[in-house]
Structures are given as structure tokens and as C-alpha cells.
């Protein structure tokens, strides 16, 4: 018994397979050609040049090279001393970045406690309200901490105040944004509960909800801390204090082991913070 | 609570004795874990009087100061206006998706290869492995903005400087990605390539790259929407994009220009996560549904 063509299992699959692979093949030659267009057009935006890079490549193994100090073997440790010979100012200069980082994100995580009831669906009646409260923290933590920077170093003169500021600004935004989410995957046996008892809106968030979601609040702030103590190195370009703006001074006039030197200490003390924060939150997260 | 029980009469009162006996943390927090509570009242009341005082916040004058000011210019902010620089601000807002499409396009094709080599389970030397992690560790340690600095002075001013920072400086950030993306692979189908008699270089185009090209396509989606972000910003020292306009706007007390430089940096951020959002849905959906 033979099969006709049209019943030949082995023909039917062999034309599906090539109809599913010139529908694939169209589709990866569009996808091609877009993605051909839009590397094209950011190369030229971009001004983007062989030539300059050639160029630049052997000056930014220069560079790199010049940043790296002399250190002799035979005294050493007179040599390291050289290199981090502001070592006092810049440790201040470090603190002052712990400090813009510590109260940004303390100031910023009780902005988010006053958004955060106000932006969670479960807790909130009127939808307005809510909708108010998750619109401002969205643009809060919509633009960068910089630019925050920028226009309060404006408003406020140079220094470590308008930094505080700028990264309590964003800070508020995003933790808003978290702390809401956790409020909104709370039970809400316990809210029930104190509404039933008769309490009022405040009573059932102090004694329903904020037991349930302060080891979470905690994890999420010092997290936000980790990142703040990087922002705030940074900050300091436009003005905003900290080490930031010692890293752009030695950076613009050429210091290179100076440049070398101070990435390392925040390089150093970003770590530091990191792991600190780390055990801290597992203390929070297990200890409850 | 306490009374009540007690109240109710001998029975439960002995009980409640014995409990007390029996279990006293329960009725009493210890000493030791009170002080330690108040301890840490205490430092984190005194470290934010520290910190206040420190930046200047009980400066009342300048202070006020300040938010008279803020509230100056926030007034001048609105209406936005472009005053003519519209199509300016457009070409600086594409500029800022280029530098972030090309950084992100060659910071994942360049550590894809180290990807490689700093995986466990292809390369297994582990003096490569730790110091492959380390270097990809300080490149990542080092935030964008500062690359940025650093390229603006090697070939410099212009967009070109910040899309050399963005390599750089997510080439680390990949480099570990890919390399745990590739640790987490399933080791069947490289045994079945390698059963074949594959080589080395077919094993990794057949066995293992198959497996984490969904896992990279995703990260480096994910990694675009952020380099978007910090691509914003770059400009305000001098590595090209709408950073640029946008810090100068300020400097020079244009705030209506300035709010519209942020609005549409905004709605072009928002854009860009929509998008990205929906062709990593497309990349898993496809990674599940594959037969």
C-alpha cells in the first residue's frame, strides 16, 4: 500500500517547515534592517569615529598608566604615604558623603512614609487621593538625582545642603514606591480586626499595618542607603558637596595619582557600606 | 489582657504565676535587649541631630532663603517653553538614545567573550576566575559618570566620550551577568553536544549559547532602560546628550526651557520602559513556547 502525495507524512511536515521558516526569515530580515537603521543613525548621532578612538585608545592607556604611583620597593610606605598625601581631607570629605547619604535617605524614607498609606489601593477609599500620592512620587524618583542637584545648588548656594536635599527628593520617590507595594501585600486580617474594634484610619495603620511591614521598610532603606552613599559620591560634580567635588577638582587639572587615590577610597568605602548594610538587614529580617 | 485573666480567678491566676516563672521573657523584655533598643534610639537620634547640623539644615536664614528661591523658579518653570530651541532639544534627546543604544549594543558584544572566560564551568582555572571577577568588580565599582570625566579629557568633548563611558562601565556589570547566566546553564545539553565529538568552540555555540541567549537579550534590554537614564545626565559634564542643554539651561536661569528639557527627558524615559518592557515579555514568552 503506498501513500499519495498528499498524505506523504514526510512532504506535510517538509512544507510546514519551510511556510514556518519563510515566515521567521521575513520577520528576521524587518528586525535586521531595523536594527541596521538604528545602528546607523546612532553612529552618527553619536559621532561616533574609528579614527578617534584609535587615536584617543593609546592616551587612555596613558592616562590609566599615570593614575598608577610610584611605589619603590625600598620605602614603600613613604611612597603610599605620598600618594595619599590629603588622606585626612579626603576621609572628611568621604564622611561629609556619608552624611548626605544618611540623611537624604532618613529624610527620604519619611517623605515615602507619608506617601506611602495615601498610594496604596488597599488602604486608601477615595481614588483620587491615591492617585495623587503615586503620581508624585513618580515624578520624584522620574528625575535623576543630579538634576535635582543642579537646581537646588542653584536655589540653596554650593555645598553639602542641597545634596541632602537633592537625594531626599528622589529617595522619597522611590521608597514611596516600594513601601506602597508592601503595604498593598499585607494581610488584611489585622486591618479588619482594628476596624472592627472601632479605630480609627491612623489606629488601624499604627496598629494593623505598620507591624506587619517595618522589617520590610527597614530592608528597603538600607538598601536605598547602599545606593545613596554612590549617588552622593557623585553629586558633588554640580556643586553639591562630598567628595565629589575633590574627585572632579583633581580630575580636571590632571592629578593623576590623586584621581587614582580617591577612586579607591570610595571604591573602599562603598564597599564597606555595603556589607555593613548587608549583616544589618539580615539582623532586621531574621530577628522579626 | 494581663488583668483580665488574672481577675477571672485562683485557677488562672496560678496558672499565669507559673507561666511568669516558667517563661519571664515573655512578660518582661530583658534588660540587655531593652538597653540595646534605646542604644539604637539613641545613636540613630544622635547621628540625624549630627547630620542636620552638619549640612546646614538649623542655618534657618539660609533656609528659608533657599525655598524662596526654589519657589521663585519653580514659578518661572511653568509654562514650559521651548523659545524656538524645540527641534535642538529633540536632536539632544535622540543623541542620549543613540550614546545609550551604541554603549549598551558594545558593552554586551565585548563581554560576551569574558562572559565566557569567567564562568566556573567553562573555564575552570581559578586564578582566571578570581581575577577576571575582581577586574570586572573595580570596572563596575567606578560609577558611569566618572568614566565619563575621565574619556571627556581622552578624546574629548561629545557624545563619543559618554558612549565610551557607558562601555566601560557596564562591560563589568555584563561580564558577571553572563558569566552567572552561563554558571546556571543545564550541563545536559553540553554533555550531548560533547558526546558528538564537538570541539571546544561548538560545544559553546550549540550547547551552552542556545541556552543563555534569552537570559542576555533580557539583561541587556534591562541594562538599555538604565543606560536611557544615566545617559540624562552625562552631558552635564560635557559626554554629549540632553544633559548638556539641560545643565546649561540652568546655569543660565532659563527655567521654562529647563522644564521642558526634564519633561521630555520623562516622557522618553517612560517610552523607552514601555518598549523594553514589552519585547522582554516577547523574548520569554518565546523562550517558554519553543517546542
Redesign the interface.
Known sequence: MSLTTAQDPVRIFEEARSELRRARRSKEFLFAILFAATFAFSVVVGEVSIATLWEGLPSLFDYLADTVPLVRADHAAADIGEWFWAFPKWLALLGDTIVIAFLGTLLGTVGALVFCFAGSRNLVANRWVYYAARRLTEVARAVPELVYALIFVFAFGLGPLPGALAIMVHSTGALGKLFSEVNENIDMGPVEGVRAAGGNWFQIIRLAVIPQVLPNYISYALLRFEINVRSAAIIGFVGAGGIGQELMFVIRQFVYTDISAIVLMIIATVSLIDVTCEKLRHQFIEGT | MKRMMVRRGNSGDAQLESARERWPSLFVTPLAQRARIYGAWLLLVG??I???W????F?VT??I???G??GW?LGFMFPPAANGWFLDFC?GI??T???A??GT?FAALIALPFGFLGARNVVTSAVIHFSLRRTFD?LR???T??WA???V????L???A???AIIVSDLGTFAKLFAEAIENIDRKQVEGVRSTGASEIEVMRFGILPQVIPVILSQTLYYFESNT??A??LG??GA?GIGLQ??DR?RVNNWDEACLI?IM??IT??IIDHLSKLVRLRIIQAQEYRP
Do not use: Q, W
Request: net charge negative; glycine share 14%.
Open positions: 547621628a540625624t549630627y547630620a542636620l552638619h549640612t546646614g539644615f542655618d539660609r533656609l532663603d533657599g525655598l528661591k526654589l523658579l536632536e535622540l543623541e538614545l543613540g550614546m543604544f551604541l549594543l573595580c565599582g567606578v560609577d559618570l566618572i570625566l575621565v574619556f579629557n581622552v578624546v574629548g561629545g557624545p563619543f559618554g558612549i565610551l537614564r544615566s540624562t545626565i552635564i559634564v554629549g539641560l545643565s540652568i526634564i527627558i520623562l524615559v517612560s
